[in-house]
């Protein structure tokens, strides 16, 4: 099969040999169902309860505060319509470039009553703590939701310091840190948050399996209803196998994570250096960032139409968020910085691996800057 060389890993990531080879048995031999109160029940219960422990371990919380869900879109949604169910509707802030499963869900609230506060950016793309501290002391939320790394830029938000000022004032405050597991240190206790969303696949574990950590004083009505697994607030028979592999990738988080940043820095640093060198903006470059995500923009080329040439030249990267490439619109994330639509539509996005050769870096900046080269010269034509 052909195979592309595959830059978006923040959309998702390749399995690791390691996480596939834990979760075997259970996909196999080890059937039971974790209820179950026999030998085959045991065996996957006490796989799942070492994996609720493998998972703290990675974020610096308890076992006790892990809630599997499904992934990081059940993660969000939980807390926030949990949350939301077990208070009179009051006001709801999020940051102005949360994941959709944020925004959505935000606005199926609105729809029950809830009031919405967007929380803005600062031009770089963080959040604006400052101006975020004062709209939550006018309009007093019950309930903040600021992700911890934004999946299209890779810029961290201070979200310590916001928990920290809207916490005294009795909101419940939640980070989606989906994009921050496993290219930045993540510890629970020193975030300050009530939950906080991780999901699996996006730390070379496998689809099908996430977190909700969740401070054990928070009170949280399930979405799904039934035999009260995963202390009553997500009912299911569990997946094991994906929990298993969860598990294990994020011991492989907690073991491995100087020496994956240290790798993603130095081809991060090679790619900017060439990109920059090709004349390409480069979105939020004075925030801190994941050492692995470039936004970037060459004015004047559609950022569709730069994938979509790239594919062929065997580079796989993104157009604006993965999540919603569905969605023809620039980027939301983009436009809350200030950027103007026009050169928010050639936005792409490379995301890099913790193993990214600098041959490879070199490889694609040179097929980058012929693509480039090839697109400008059509455009010229054109006009
Ligand atoms: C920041 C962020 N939050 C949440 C999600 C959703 O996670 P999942 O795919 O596990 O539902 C994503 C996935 O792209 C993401 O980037």
Redesign the pocket.
């Known amino acids: 099969m052909f195979a592309p060389t595959y830059l978006d890993h923040?959309?998702?990531t390749p399995i690791d040999a390691r996480v596939f080879d834990a979760m075997l048995p259970y996909l196999r031999e080890r059937f039971g169902n974790p209820s179950s109160r026999h030998e085959y029940g045991r065996q996957t219960r006490d796989a799942i309860e070492r994996a609720r422990y493998q998972v703290a371990e990675a974020v610096g919380a308890h076992p006790t505060e892990v809630i599997f869900t499904?992934?990081?879109?059940?993660?969000?949604n939980l807390f926030l319509k949990g949350a939301a169910a077990r208070m009179e509707a009051g006001v709801l802030a999020i940051g102005a470039s949360?994941?959709p499963?944020?925004t959505r869900a935000a606005q199926q609230l609105v729809g029950q009553g809830w009031q919405l506060q967007t929380l803005p950016l600062d031009a770089e793309g963080a959040l604006d703590v400052a101006a975020a501290a004062s709209l939550c002391e006018q309009a007093r939320p019950k309930l903040v939701s600021v992700?911890l790394?934004?999946?299209e830029t890779g810029v961290l938000n201070a979200v310590a310091g916001l928990a920290q000022q809207v916490r005294s004032r009795g909101a419940w405050v939640h980070t989606?840190a989906?994009?921050a597991l496993g290219k930045y240190p993540i510890d629970f206790r020193v975030l300050g948050v009530h939950g906080m969303?991780l999901?699996?696949?996006?730390i070379h574990g496998p689809?099908g399996a996430?977190a909700l950590v969740v401070d054990k004083r928070v009170d949280l009505s399930p979405l799904v209803a039934g035999g009260g697994q995963e202390r009553g607030l997500r009912s299911g028979t569990e997946n094991v196998a994906a929990i298993v592999g969860f598990g294990q990738a994020c011991e492989l988080v907690k073991s491995e994570l100087q020496q994956r940043i240290s790798g993603m820095q130095l081809a991060h640093a090679e790619l900017e250096r060439g990109l920059l060198g090709l004349g390409a903006k480069i979105f939020g470059a004075g925030a801190l960032r994941l050492p692995n995500t470039s936004y970037l923009a060459f004015a004047g080329i559609d950022g569709e139409t730069l994938v979509g040439r790239l594919d062929r030249a065997g580079f796989a990267v993104a157009s604006g968020?993965?999540?919603s490439s569905a969605n023809p619109e620039p980027s939301r994330t983009l436009l809350a910085m200030g950027v103007v639509p026009e050169l928010a539509r050639c936005a792409i996005r490379v995301s890099l691996g913790p193993e990214m050769s600098r041959e490879t870096i070199e490889r694609f900046l040179s097929v980058l800057q012929q693509t480039v080269n090839e697109l400008r010269q059509l455009t010229a034509l054109a006009v």
Do not use: L, P, R
């Open positions: 923040n959309a998702t499904s992934g990081g879109s059940e993660a969000n949360e994941h499963c944020v992700m790394a934004n999946n989606d989906v994009q969303t999901s699996a696949h996006k689809v996430g968020a993965a999540c």
